[in-house]
C-alpha cells in the first residue's frame, strides 16, 4: 500500500482596525476562525480604547485568541513620507536577516573582516548599527570597517542610474579612491564582505563599489553571499 502524506497548509489574513471596535474585530477573527493575531504594529499602543498591547491580549485571549507583537515587522520607515518609497524601503528591511542569522553566514562563508559601505553605520534594525553589529562580529571573531568614504554619496538623487554614475566618478578620484584601495588591500588573501542595506545588490550602490574595486584589482574574487 503506498501511503500519500500531505503537508498542511496554513492560512494568513491581514486585518486593519481602523473603523472597529475590539468587540467586532474579535468577531471578525472569530468567524474566520482565527487561532492568532500577529500584531506588526512598531509600537503597540493606540488612544483607541483597548487597542493597546496589554488591553488588547487580554481581550483576545477571552475570545480564545493567542497574541503576538512583532516589532520588527513593524514600519520602520513610518517618517518618510512618500509611502512608495517608504514601502521599498521597507522590502530591504525585511530582506536583511537579523545580527546572528547574519553573522551565522559570514561564518559559514569563512569571513575575516566586514566593510561597511552605509554612508551612516545607524540603524533602526535592532542589533544593526555600528557599535552593536561590531560587537556581535567581533564575538564572533569577525572584524568590523566602517568605511564612510565608501558610504552612497549620493542618495538624495531620485534617478538611480544617474546616482550610480555619479558614485562611479567619485569613486575615481581623491580620498573615495584611497578607500578603494584600501578595500582592495583588505582583500588581498582574505575574505572580506562588503556591507550596506539592500538585499539586491543591483540595486545597492555597493554594486559600484564593488565594481571600482575590480577595476584596481581585476583578479578578485566577486561573490554573494547568500
Known amino acids: 500500500m503506498t501511503h500519500q502524506y500531505v503537508r ?27 487561532e492568532e493575531l500577529i500584531d506588526v504594529r512598531a509600537s503597540p499602543y493606540s488612544r483607541r480604547p483597548g487597542f493597546s498591547k496589554k488591553r488588547l491580549a487580554e481581550s483576545l485571549a477571552a475570545a480564545g485568541i493567542t497574541y503576538r507583537h512583532e516589532p520588527l515587522l513593524g514600519n520602520a520607515f513610518r517618517d518618510v513620507e512618500d509611502f512608495a518609497a517608504a514601502m521599498d524601503l521597507m522590502r530591504g528591511h525585511l530582506a536583511t536577516g537579523e545580527p546572528a542569522e547574519a553573522v551565522e553566514r559570514l ?20 542589533g544593526f548599527s555600528k557599535k552593536r553589529l561590531a560587537g556581535s562580529l567581533a564575538a564572533a571573531g569577525i572584524t568590523y570597517r566602517h568605511e564612510p568614504l565608501l558610504g552612497n554619496a549620493f542618495r538624495d538623487v531620485e534617478d538611480f542610474a544617474a546616482a550610480m554614475d555619479l558614485m562611479r566618478g567619485y569613486l575615481a578620484a581623491g580620498e573615495p579612491a584611497e578607500a578603494v584601495d584600501r578595500l582592495v588591500a583588505l582583500a588581498d588573501g582574505r575574505r572580506v564582505a562588503v556591507l550596506c542595506l539592500e538585499s539586491d545588490q543591483r540595486r545597492c550602490h555597493r554594486q559600484v563599489v564593488l565594481e571600482a574595486a575590480l577595476a ?11
Open 107 to 126: 561564518q559559514q562563508s569563512r569571513i575575516d573582516e566586514l566593510v561597511d559601505v552605509r554612508a551612516s553605520p545607524f540603524s533602526r534594525r535592532p
Open 216 to 226: 584596481r584589482e581585476p583578479a578578485l574574487d566577486v561573490l554573494p553571499l547568500h
Open 8 to 34: 498542511a497548509v496554513g492560512r494568513i489574513y491581514s486585518v486593519g482596525y481602523e473603523g472597529l471596535t475590539v468587540a467586532g474585530l474579535i468577531e471578525r477573527l472569530q468567524q474566520s476562525r482565527v
